[in-house]
T-cell receptor
């Protein structure tokens, strides 16, 4: 089955710890994205990558880091510098084709800081 | 200029009713306007999308109306069902490689 997988589904972190959220896709998509979802605020873009070894900051990149060493993978690290990391994190990918800009989302990771 | 404003924040309709969700944008360079549906605890999924060269698009019970001059677009759900209860997001983007800007979401509840 083609799609996007995110792991873990639930993640608990102690204050001051860095954690890495996994995102893998087998859709052969060029573009990948990380969003943060908070109640009443919709989806806010953290980072996005249009091609391997290249990525750009989104609207709320502070306290987060990413890498794109492989086309299939786009892990997100939530660092201790992120002051309010408790949220639902969504990874997405798209072909990047102008004719079809549909984003395919993974099932999400719910991060809770204890 | 990149903002997409969505209303209402929440909506309750009875089964068979026609909920309408509205979105407005400022950036006239946007050329792709999708709607996503999200069920609790899941990732959003594309529902229907429109480009600014058409004023209306229907897919099953879902219709997008697009008003280019007013820079507004809306989602109508005909004959709504309890299974349509979800959060709906409008969005806009420029081209295929650009980031997508999402509205803040509308939580729809369809009561039997």
């Amino acid at each position: 089955d083609g799609g996007i997988t995110q792991s873990p589904k639930y993640l608990f972190r102690k204050e001051g710890q860095n954690v890495t959220l996994s995102c893998e896709q087998n859709l052969n998509h060029d573009a990948m994205y990380w969003y943060r979802q908070d109640p009443g605020q919709g989806l806010r873009l953290i980072y996005y990558s249009q091609i391997v070894n290249d990525f750009q900051k989104g609207d709320i990149a502070e306290g987060y880091s990413v890498s794109r060493e492989k086309k299939e993978s786009f892990p997100l690290t939530v660092t201790s510098a992120q002051k309010n990391p408790t949220a639902f994190y969504l990874c997405a990918s798209s072909k990047g084709d102008r004719a079809n800009n549909e984003q395919f989302f993974g099932p999400g990771t719910r991060l809770t800081v204890l | 200029q990149q903002q997409v404003k969505q209303s209402p924040q929440s909506l309750i309709v009875q089964k068979g009713g026609i909920p309408i969700i509205n979105c407005a944008y400022e950036n006239t360079a946007f050329d792709y306007f999708p709607w996503y549906q999200q069920f609790p605890g899941k990732g959003p999924a594309l529902l229907i999308a429109i480009r600014p060269d058409v004023s209306e698009k229907k897919e099953g019970r879902f219709t997008i109306s697009f008003n280019k001059s007013a820079k507004q677009f809306s989602l109508h759900i005909m004959d709504s069902q309890p299974g349509d209860s979800a959060t709906y997001f409008c969005a806009a983007s420029i081209g295929g490689y650009q980031k997508v800007t999402f509205g803040t979401g509308t939580k729809l509840q369809v009561i039997p």
